[in-house]
């Protein structure tokens, strides 16, 4: 999980993203924001500490007050770089001291606070310790739509991962299948990804004949073999910002109910496509792939959700699910990905970043849909 390259934003940004983080956590009733290093912390002041240790370093963002990064002392020269850029406060704290006091002191003692999901447990705990009249909510179950709309240059860097994706199925398309195991089209997968600019890979998905019918399947021992339906899932990093996308491949000539599979999900696909416009519901969007799948009878066989969004993370709010009424607004990310499972037989999935516009959608992968057939 190292070595992703920052995305290029400047301390403007990073200061409009900290106010406006603020005013939502200040509409949504909350004294503040704490963030752990990860990718809030990554969106709202682009500093990622070279190692997160059992040492606290907390951002603490609160109405009326400047931001401060809680940072141990040894990570300080490192921190001020960012704090530099960003006009972050630094309050640093050496070993022996207590940092849950350090921060207290920059809290109301009363408040409740949203606290970003991936902080320790026994960093929550220390505050809870130092601070017993505070509460915490999720940070996401605050504010989850906080990055979840995208600036146009985020949405530039957005498209180049999903480009890149897009040249790495080009490649894997035209390498042998059948006789490989599933591990070694992960390795080229990865490789590909990286040779097209990715800085980080964050899962390739290979699930071959019977394993693609568990969509948690990663890669395994099985050697794929010619009638195997292959889906492909693959993403990472580029530039700090990811890529997911699925395609669904057949090792020689595929089988009419093969093909019949595919062709639903293809349509569930773009139905789900085509129902992404502003003001249209996260669910409805669900709902538009889904029904096409349930009408051609293999409902019961589309187990997860059609969506989730996508941009510092490869998984985010929004999700495309029944029950999330959240409008769609121009510039959020998020894919489009219907799959059929058929237990103990096959797989199909396929899968597009697609982006809110001003009246519709626009995908940010555009290799083939239709099935593409390997060796
Ligand atoms: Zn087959
Ligand atoms: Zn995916
Ligand atoms: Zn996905």
């Known amino acids: 999980m190292t070595g992703s390259t920052p995305a290029p934003f400047t301390a403007a940004d ?29 969106w709202l002041t682009g500093y990622t500490p070279t190692a997160v240790t059992e040492r606290l370093t907390l951002l603490v963002l609160a109405p009326g007050r400047d931001p401060v990064l809680v940072v ?35 809290l109301d003692d009363r408040g409740r606070f949203g606290i970003s999901d991936n902080t320790w447990a026994m960093h ?19 504010l989850p739509m906080l990055r979840a ?31 490989r195991r599933e591990s070694d089209i992960g390795q080229d997968l990865a490789g590909l990804l990286r040779r097209f600019g990715h800085s980080q890979v964050d899962f390739t998905i290979v699930g071959s004949g019977p394993n693609g019918a568990n969509p948690h399947h990663e890669v ?40 019949r599979v595919h062709d639903v999900v293809r349509a569930a696909q773009e139905a789900g496509f085509q129902a992404v ?3 249209a519901a996260c669910q409805e969007v669900d709902r538009a792939a889904r029904a096409v799948i349930t009408d051609a009878g293999y409902g ?22 029944e029950g999330e009424e959240q409008p769609l607004v ?40 239709e099935m593409v057939i390997v060796d």
């Not at 956590?25 to 809030?40: E, M, N, R």
């Not at 704090?83 to 207290?104: E, F, I, S």
């Not at 146009?152 to 059948?178: C, N, S, T």
């Not at 019961?300 to 699910?321: A, C, D, K, L, S």
């Open 300 to 321: 019961e066989y589309f187990i997860h959700r059609t969506g989730h969004g996508i941009g510092v993370t490869t998984h985010e709010p929004p999700y495309m699910i």
């Open 330 to 369: 121009p510039g959020m990310c998020f894919s489009v990905e219907p799959g059929v499972y058929l237990p103990g037989r096959f797989g199909v999935r396929i899968e597009d970043i697609v982006a809110v516009t001003g009246d519709g959608a626009r995908r940010l992968n555009n290799t083939t849909r």
């Open 72 to 106: 141990p002392t040894l990570e300080a020269p490192d921190a001020e770089r960012a704090a530099g850029a960003t006009a972050l406060t630094l309050r640093d704290w050496t070993d022996g001291k207590d940092p849950y006091a350090v921060t207290a002191g920059l």
């Open 14 to 42: 990073h200061r409009a993203r900290m106010e406006r983080a603020v005013r939502s956590a200040a509409d949504a009733g909350l004294a503040g924001l704490l963030v752990a290093p990860g990718p809030d912390m990554v």
């Open 220 to 259: 395994g021992d099985r050697v794929i073999r010619r009638g195997d339906m292959v889906v492909l899932d693959f993403g990472g990093l580029m530039d700090g910002y990811g890529s997911d996308t699925t395609r669904t491949v057949h090792v020689g000539e595929p089988t009419e109910e093969e093909r």
């Open 277 to 279: 416009r502003p003001g």
């Open 149 to 179: 709309v995208k600036d146009a240059a985020e949405l530039e860097l957005l498209a180049a991962a999903g480009a890149a994706a897009d040249l790495a199925f080009e490649e894997i398309r035209k390498v042998p299948f059948a006789g």
């Open 124 to 142: 929550l705990l220390g505050l809870q310790r130092a601070l017993p009249g505070t509460s915490y909510a999720s940070l996401t179950d605050a």
